[in-house]
């Protein structure tokens, strides 16, 4: 079954979501003709999302700065207050189904840790991934964190992932120093999945 959606989203905070996602892109865009860009929950309706002002700009994408976003955490948060969950996912389908009629490709970047509250769970971006039937990526971060514990993160974030029925594209490994790099070198050898590993960049 040929892809037509990626959902990319990252667990923890600073993890390089955006720059994975500008890598993505710039592959999408050299391959197919019409691609859109896709955040479900952003920050405020009232300010412009940063992420999408620039994906819109840098790739000149032909869309409409307000159909590349879902609602804000403020209409999301009322909803799952009001267990009308399955309605906030049925309107994102909705908006999400409209780009993907309309273009080569989807490309969406999930929920950050920073608009993680008492309401909405990391889980959301794999309930929304699932009914978007978009292939994730996952992005972890190793940057506070122990070889051993970014390896943990990867089982436990793709188990969960399968457990919800959504479909594994990739996972990449952010920020590892060069000891962090070797250790999991070794440790994902023989691993099945698509994992990629991507060192610190010193400013």
């Known amino acids: 079954m040929k892809i037509k959606s990626l959902y990319v989203c990252a667990q923890e905070k600073n993890a390089g979501s955006l720059f994975v996602t500008m890598g993505m892109m710039e592959i ?9 860009f896709f955040r479900p929950i952003i920050s405020s309706k009232d300010i412009r999302d940063g992420d999408i002002n620039f994906m819109l700009e840098r790739y000149n994408l032909d869309m409409e700065y307000e159909d590349a ?15 009308r969950d399955h309605e ?11 780009l993907e009629n309309k273009y080569d490709f989807v490309l ?10 008492s309401t909405i769970s990391y889980d959301l971006n794999m ?22 514990e970014v390896y943990e993160n990867i ?3 793709n188990e969960n992932g399968t457990a919800q029925g959504c479909k594994h594209f ?12 070797k250790s999991l070198e070794k440790k994902l050898k023989n691993y099945e999945l698509n994992t990629y590993l991507l060192k610190e960049i010193e400013e």
């Open 28 to 36: 999408l865009k050299r391959n197919l003709h019409r691609v859109a």
């Open 170 to 181: 990739a996972t990449f490994i952010n920020r590892l120093d060069d000891k962090k790099y």
């Open 88 to 98: 906030l996912i049925d309107q994102l389908i909705i908006k999400f189904k409209k």
């Open 127 to 148: 309930k929304i991934a699932q009914n978007f039937s978009a292939s994730y990526i996952n992005i972890i971060s190793a940057k506070e964190i122990t070889a051993k």
């Open 69 to 83: 976003y879902g609602f804000d955490i403020e209409y999301v948060e009322d909803m799952i207050a009001s267990k």
């Open 155 to 157: 089982l436990i974030q």
């Open 108 to 117: 969406c970047e999930g929920i950050r840790r920073s608009f993680l509250t």
